[in-house]
T-cell receptor, first 115, second 110 residues
Framework: NAGVTQTPKFQVLKTGQSMTLQCAQD?????MYWYRQDPGMGLRLIYY???????DKGEVPNGYNVSRLNKREFSLRLESAAPSQTSVYFC??????????????FGNGTRLTVT | SQQGEEDPQALSIQEGENATMNCSYK?????LQWYRQNSGRGLVHLIL?????REKHSGRLRVTLDTSKKSSSLLITASRAADTASYFC??????????FGKGTRLSVIA
């Protein structure tokens, strides 16, 4: 039982390059999330998907796009990477509704550096 | 923007001592959750307390919630070196995703 799996673990991009961060969960969870974590800033929500087929913006969506490919997979795309997107990116999933307060299960992160 | 703010930002204690971390928030909530993050890893859920609850226990963890003061505390009793980590509170409001604070870095010295 892997939980939440993120790939790649590390990535270095040049400014202007694009890439997709992959996330998959095997817990049959309904909701999935992308957060970024920067020193001194805690975790900030980029996008989330409350259920298969829906996606919504979080606090810091600019420069990112997402796809909820199916119930298991939720990808995050950087179309034209910028140094300000250097961060650690975490994918998470939860079983129930947002209102219900289901705990989040996190992957181990993707460490992205944009030069 | 951050909803919860943890205090202190960093805490260093000796093994066997108790560690207390606080979280304050601004708006009404449905629930408040605490998470732990070990260095280089993802966050791990510790405990959830709902807005109609005042205290919950889980092993060596005790969480309190005071909705009138919009604050919560996490107490870790008899701390161990393995408790060294960052601890985050996260608040749930309405039908929106959790909002995380900036965390408290706990160092437990053997």
């Amino acid at each position: 039982n892997a939980g939440v799996t993120q790939t790649p673990k590390f990535q270095v991009l040049k400014t202007g390059q694009s890439m997709t961060l992959q996330c998959a969960q095997d817990m049959n969870h309904n909701s999935m999330y992308w957060y970024r974590q920067d020193p001194g800033m805690g975790l900030r929500l980029i996008y989330y998907s409350a259920s298969e087929g829906t996606t919504d913006k979080g606090e810091v969506p600019n420069g990112y796009n997402v796809s909820r490919l199916n119930k298991r997979e939720f990808s995050l795309r950087l179309e034209s990477a910028a140094p300000s997107q250097t961060s650690v990116y975490f994918c998470a999933s939860s079983e129930g509704s947002l209102r219900g307060g289901s705990p989040l299960h996190f992957g181990n992160g993707t460490r992205l550096t944009v030069t | 923007s951050q909803q919860g703010e943890e205090d202190p930002q960093a805490l260093s204690i000796q093994e066997g001592e108790n560690a207390t971390m606080n979280c304050s928030y601004k708006t009404s909530i449905n629930n408040l959750q605490w998470y732990r993050q070990n260095s280089g890893r993802g966050l791990v859920h510790l405990i959830l307390i709902r807005s109609n609850e005042r205290e919950k226990h889980s092993g060596r963890l005790r969480v309190t919630l005071d909705t009138s003061k919009k604050s919560s505390s996490l107490l870790i009793t008899a701390s161990r070196a393995a408790d060294t980590a960052s601890y985050f509170c996260a608040t749930g409001s309405g039908n929106t995703p959790l909002v995380f604070g900036k965390g408290t870095r706990l160092s437990v010295i053997a």
